[in-house]
């Protein structure tokens, strides 16, 4: 996940989000569902994020695949309706210890964000502004063993004190 100011233009880190955050996802779901469809059962997990359903400064090409992820889920569960096959969507917030931002250069959306690059999420935070990756995992686990009839459409799940 890059912090980037639109105004810096750092294309080549823009392209690199469209390219996980979307094509990822697209590529994903179109190596199963035809296969789940046709043998009429099947769960499809997707790990989004609450920039999909929220708007963080800094972030706008990073929500905006996000976003992508969000509506395609949406759109693509609609089309499931009487298929058998579910598709859920976890959207979690910080994570602790992701490495999403070790990877960033650009230091001014860095420092409007008041994180450091190098440094791994979380650093300085209090216990309740972060998940766990249980946390995550115990939503995936959630969403997987749902009774057939019950759809996990989206779960959005935060750190209690996250802004």
């Known amino acids: ?88 969507t976890i959207c979690p917030g910080d994570v602790k210890g992701t490495e999403l931002i070790m990877k960033n250069t650009d230091m001014s959306a860095a420092k409007a964000m008041g994180v450091e690059i190098g440094q791994a999420v979380g650093e300085g935070f209090s216990r309740t502004q972060l998940l766990d990756t249980d946390d995550i995992a115990n939503a995936v686990i959630y969403a997987l063993t749902a009774p057939p009839h019950v759809a996990i459409n989206t779960v959005l799940i935060e750190p209690r004190d996250q802004e």
């Open 1 to 88: 996940m890059y912090f980037t100011e639109m105004k810096n233009a750092l294309v080549d880190q823009w392209e690199q989000t469209v390219d996980v955050n979307c094509k990822g996802v697209l590529n994903g779901i179109g190596a199963v569902l035809p296969k789940m469809v046709s043998r009429g059962k099947g769960k499809i997990v997707t790990i989004s994020s609450d920039a999909g359903m929220r708007q963080f400064k800094n972030l706008a090409v990073y929500c905006a695949s996000k976003t992508f992820v969000e509506t395609l889920c949406e759109i693509t569960r609609r089309e499931l309706v009487g298929t058998g096959v579910t598709l859920t």
